[in-house]
């Protein structure tokens, strides 16, 4: 019988699997509608959703408790995010960018030390608690989704630029759509990061000595909340689009995986 972390382990194998097949589809140049990596992302997905579960039922709680399960809860809600998006033929190439973004998320999540154990862990018994942090871990996903969609919208512009007919011949979507879908991710995932922050007063109340808008982690998610909400109202207010748009969403989400973990571990909160 395979623990969670095997199971877990099992996922990331086959979300590597997806990258080393990703990179055939980026040399034959994307010319047609390729279900096989979607496959092996909804195989990789199924065992990562085994290893959750088992986690959650082994504690009898929702595993958002240290580094590792936060990190495979934010992985595992990108993928399923993006097998539903994937659903529609157009958007499913977006699976060949976002594989190396769910490679990176497995093998960080694995790295000893951060699986902290604690079989009580009483915070995340709470259901507030949870609620606060799935939210959160959630809009992270969506983030970094919009950073894909970014990454795909500068590909496609630099080819229609350069003229080159890879543009042409390729099945990613045509940049309006891309740009699109960025923005719908974008604001669905500022409203789930402002509903788990909104919980935040609610979680101190009865800790002795802690303010929540004096630690660390809150005052790093209020400064994320805030450059999001920045573009948000940037892009609808003054149009802000196009190349600015996709830099901006892929160095928002740059610095959020950069700084994740420092901000975790300095906050006396998380």
Request: one cysteine or more; proline letters at 3%; glycine letters at 8%.
């Amino acid at each position: 019988m395979l623990t969670d972390r095997q199971c877990f382990f099992c996922a990331t194998l086959m979300y590597g699997v997806s990258l080393v097949y990703s990179v055939f589809l980026w040399r034959k140049g994307f010319r047609k509608d390729d279900r096989i990596n979607y496959v092996l992302l909804l195989a990789g997905f199924t065992m990562h959703t085994v290893a959750m579960f088992m986690r959650g039922f082994s504690f009898n709680r929702c595993p958002v408790n240290n580094l590792f399960e936060a990190t495979m809860f934010v992985n595992w809600s990108a993928v399923g995010a993006y097998l539903i998006l994937g659903l529609w033929p157009k958007i499913r190439s977006l699976g060949a960018f976002a594989s190396p973004i769910f490679v990176f998320l497995g093998i960080y999540a694995l790295m000893p030390g951060l699986d902290h154990h604690d079989p009580d862990g009483e915070m995340t018994k709470n259901g507030i608690v949870s609620l606060h942090a799935v939210l959160i871990l959630i809009s992270y996903a969506g983030f970094g989704l919009c950073a894909v969609a970014s990454c795909m919208y500068l590909l496609q512009e630099r080819n229609l630029k350069k003229h080159n007919i890879f543009a042409v011949t390729s099945v990613l979507p045509p940049i309006q759509r891309l740009e699109s879908v960025a923005g719908k991710l974008l604001v669905a995932s500022l409203m789930l990061l402002t509903g788990g922050l909104s919980l935040a007063p609610m979680l101190v109340g009865d800790k002795d000595g802690l303010v929540f808008y004096q630690d660390a982690k809150i005052l790093w998610s209020m400064l994320v909340w805030a450059a999001y909400a920045g573009i948000v109202l940037a892009r609808w207010k003054w149009r802000f689009g196009g190349k600015r748009l996709a830099w901006c969403l892929i160095g928002g989400f740059v610095f959020l995986i950069l700084t994740f973990s420092g901000t975790n571990l300095m906050s006396d909160l998380h």
